[in-house]
């Protein structure tokens, strides 16, 4: 594309700043694309120069920049967010509900191992968020009776992935260095794993990985529209739902935020 934009007649060795300027310019200023848009170009070419024709680029980048828009967040009414859940079915069913629930982000979710789940203590433990940021968040009563089950179907799995030789699950670099027997551990297993094994080609080793996101994506958007709601509701609608039920429940924002792990 960086070639096409200069008419063909230069290649990309031989372009410098100010034709990166112009390139980068162009969709802002003509085009009129989204600040991330932009950004994505942005990186795209610092890659190509830094990682692909291995040379720096001679000087600070001046593009013009795409001014960022603050839009205010989609939030469903507490009628709404029921009729998009009836819509939904099984595992999709209840990650829907944990991230309405507790306030999670979509991978924050996905990623949730049986560790995290406290019982006992009403809690549910986020690990590495945003940010790199640890926090707790809610429990709520109506998910204990359905998280369980979840948590007995991902035992039966795992037992079945360690009797026939397998039973491994990924952890961070250093955990996995630490402790390299625990990626055999009940208690570190997915909470959402995905129905297949598969190969993880930074090491060979074949695990049982979490689902995908986009699983859950489709599966929102699909009950959205079959729920008829005409506002742009995906994954993280159900966590500005969360913060805004719970403020007008009464609950203090404060609280709310450090449910949410944002900086108070």
């Not at 979840?150 to 039966?156: A, D, M, S, Y």
């Not at 529209?225 to 742009?232: E, Q």
């Amino acid at each position: 594309i960086l070639i096409r934009f200069s008419g063909y007649k230069k290649h990309s060795q031989e372009m410098g700043k100010n034709d990166i300027d112009a390139f980068l310019t162009h969709p802002a200023v003509q085009q009129k694309v989204s600040a991330s848009t932009q950004s994505q170009a942005l990186n795209a070419i610092v890659f190509l120069y830094k990682h692909v024709l291995d040379r720096p680029i001679d000087g600070a980048i001046e593009a013009v920049r795409t001014k960022r828009h603050r839009r205010p967040p989609v939030v469903m009414t507490k009628d709404e967010v029921q009729r998009v859940l009836k819509e939904m079915r099984d595992c999709h069913l209840l990650m829907a509900k944990l991230l309405y629930g507790c306030g999670l982000r979509l991978m924050e979710c996905i990623r949730l191992r049986v560790k995290d789940l406290d019982f006992e203590g009403r809690k549910i433990y986020i690990q590495a968020a945003k940010g790199d940021k640890d926090r707790v968040t809610v429990f709520p009563d109506r998910l204990m009776k359905d998280l369980r089950v979840q948590v007995e179907r991902v035992r039966t799995l795992h037992d079945q992935d360690v009797s026939e030789g397998f039973g491994e699950v990924y952890l961070p670099g250093a955990l996995a260095r630490k402790y390299p027997a625990a990626a055999r551990e009940f208690r570190w297993q997915y909470l959402f794993p995905s129905k297949k094994r598969s190969m993880d080609p930074r090491t060979g080793i074949v695990r049982r990985h979490h689902v995908l996101e986009t699983g859950l994506q489709k599966a929102v958007k699909t009950a959205a529209a079959r729920a008829r709601i005409t506002k742009r509701v995906g994954c993280h609608t159900f966590r500005h739902c969360f913060a805004t039920h719970m403020l007008e429940n009464g609950v203090n924002i404060r609280v709310v935020q450090e449910l949410m792990g944002h900086a108070t």
